[in-house]
């Protein structure tokens, strides 16, 4: 392995220890489910999904499992609408 390949997996490693770096905006995460699949979507501070669950509610399992595995890394709403600009 090269030397500059070394350097970028050191950075990466850095990187994934300073979670504080990531701000997260906009991505989609499909849920493969027994029955079908869900999209959960987290556009600027707010997840939604595609579930009939979450159309009543505006909460879900597959919401509630994307903030327990990104727990400290979502910022709260508000601070995500001031990222937003």
């Given at each position: 392995?090269?030397?500059?390949?070394?350097s970028?997996?050191?950075?990466?490693?850095?990187?994934?220890e300073?979670?504080n770096?990531?701000?997260?905006?906009?991505?989609?995460?499909?849920?493969?489910?027994?029955?079908?699949?869900?999209?959960?979507?987290?556009?600027?501070?707010?997840?939604?999904?595609?579930?009939?669950?979450?159309?009543?509610?505006?909460?879900?399992?597959?919401?509630?499992?994307?903030?327990?595995?990104?727990?400290?890394?979502?910022?709260?709403?508000?601070?995500?609408?001031?990222?937003?600009?």
């Open positions: 392995m090269d030397s500059a390949m070394i970028k997996i050191m950075k990466a490693k850095q990187y994934a300073e979670r770096r990531m701000h997260f905006k906009t991505f989609t995460v499909v849920f493969t489910g027994d029955h079908r699949d869900h999209m959960v979507t987290y556009d600027h501070g707010q997840l939604t999904c595609t579930c009939d669950f979450f159309a009543q509610r505006s909460v879900c399992s597959h919401t509630m499992a994307m903030e327990r595995v990104l727990e400290g890394m979502l910022p709260a709403p508000a601070e995500a609408e001031a990222l937003a600009v």
